[in-house]
Nanobody, 118 residues
Framework: QVQLVESGGRLVQAGASLRLSCAAS????????MGWFRQAPGKAREFVARIDMLGSGKWYADSVKGRFTISRDNAENLVFLQMNSLKPEDTGVYYC???????????WGQGTQVTVSS
């Protein structure tokens, strides 16, 4: 099965843009549905976006729709989350997740911290 490593998180000001990356290794990347989740301090982990195996189907949480874009590069085993117009409420640890032939996410990365200052 794949292993996931996120990168790209950092401290930014409100209104800025940031792109997160998730590198997969050890499996057939194109057979996994991929997703991004986030967890703010003191809150439960929440869904942000997901993308199907071919990259043609994408779904977003209402809170990020129109600002975030998920994409994937199956040749490079990467999934991205482009985040624009960031808000302080976007602050949290962002996790990449994979589900084999599905969106049943059982494989998780270690997370990358995104902090948006006002």
């Amino acid at each position: 099965q794949v292993q996931l490593v996120e990168s790209g998180g950092r401290l930014v000001q409100a209104g800025a843009s940031l792109r997160l990356s998730c590198a997969a290794s050890g499996g057939t990347f194109s057979s996994y549905g991929m997703g991004w989740f986030r967890q703010a301090p003191g809150k439960a982990r929440e869904f942000v976006a997901r993308i199907d195996m071919l990259g043609s189907g994408k779904w977003y949480a209402d809170s990020v729709k129109g600002r975030f874009t998920i994409s994937r590069d199956n040749a490079e085993n990467l999934v991205f989350l482009q985040m624009n117009s960031l808000k302080p409420e976007d602050t949290g640890v962002y996790y990449c997740a994979a589900g084999h032939l599905s969106f049943n996410f059982k494989i998780w990365g270690q997370g990358t911290q995104v902090t948006v200052s006002s």
